[in-house]
């Protein structure tokens, strides 16, 4: 089951940084928080991964809280091709299976 | 890198048939590889992971003699529907992770199944 809640829909202006939280507050201590987005009708991509310290790659930052509870994903500079669905997933620790959540919808809006 | 095809990418069969779908790592070695359905409007549901050269673990719910599922090499694994039926029709997701890349898992493009 996933372990991750994230609101459903978010709108973000097309220039502007994208902030999509994510509320994971049953982490356990070993189990990292990853993102993907899924553009309609294809597989999901990869964007980037955390376990306790912020990261940053080409795409976008992550920013995890102290305590771990939530994380946010921040596209720096939205543009119309970063509409898509994007999942905050906990990667379960045994196994390493991934269990999506229902994902927040971002549309960036010209 | 790290690139997953699937073929075929749309298939549409009869009811009580069988469809096979191919999910291939192209440029790593994937010691292990997941199945997932997408219904429409609903986000990814887990159904199975496979590691090579054993047999595929089922998530609770999923039937194992419906759903085959065979991981004979690094590089390739199968789903096969048996006995298609109608509301066997979703688009169906493989993902596969490395022997030397961290845990993060890489999709293919999906292959949409529609059953008549």
Known sequence: ?110 | GAVVSQHPSRVICKSGTSVKIECRSLDFQATTMFWYRQFPKQSLMLMATSNEGSKATYEQGVEKDKFLINHASLTLSTLTVTSAHPEDSSFYICSARGTVQGYEQYFGPGTRLTVT
């Not at chain 1, 973000?12 to 201590?29: K, V």
């Open chain 1, 1 to 110: 089951d996933a372990k991750t809640t994230q609101p459903p829909s978010m709108d973000c202006a097309e220039g502007r940084a994208a902030n999509l939280p994510c509320n994971h507050s049953t982490i356990s201590g070993n189990e990292y928080v990853y993102w993907y987005r899924q553009i309609h009708s294809q597989g999901p991509q990869y964007i980037i991964h955390g376990l306790k310290n912020n990261e940053t790659n080409e795409m976008a930052s992550l920013i995890i809280t102290e305590d771990r509870k939530s994380s946010t994903l921040i596209l720096p500079h939205a543009t119309l091709r970063d509409t898509a669905v994007y999942y905050c997933i906990v990667r379960v620790d045994t196994g390493n299976q991934f269990y999506f959540g229902t994902g927040t919808s971002l549309t960036v809006i010209p």
